[in-house]
């Protein structure tokens, strides 16, 4: 949710990606509260950490997860 809206109504010099530690399906709700905003989702799919560690350089994190903050 948090990837989508800010690439949405963020500030445009900056892209947000987001993955998670075990990923799933992205939860019905958070498609229904986008698609509300008029947030196209059929794009959209949970992604493993591992889709951006070691190929992608960030220049800022935001961990919303206390889970993650071990790896």
Avoid: W
């Avoid at 709700?29 to 949970?46: C, G, H, M, N, P």
């Amino acid at each position: 949710m948090g990837e989508a809206l800010f690439n949405k109504y963020g500030d445009k010099d900056f892209i947000a990606f987001s993955a998670d530690t075990d990923p799933t399906i992205i939860h019905p709700y958070v498609v229904k509260v986008l698609e509300e905003v008029r947030i196209d989702t059929s794009e959209q799919f949970a992604k493993p950490l591992e889709t951006y560690i070691g190929k992608l350089r960030f220049d800022y994190l935001i961990n919303v997860c206390s889970n993650a903050q071990e790896l």
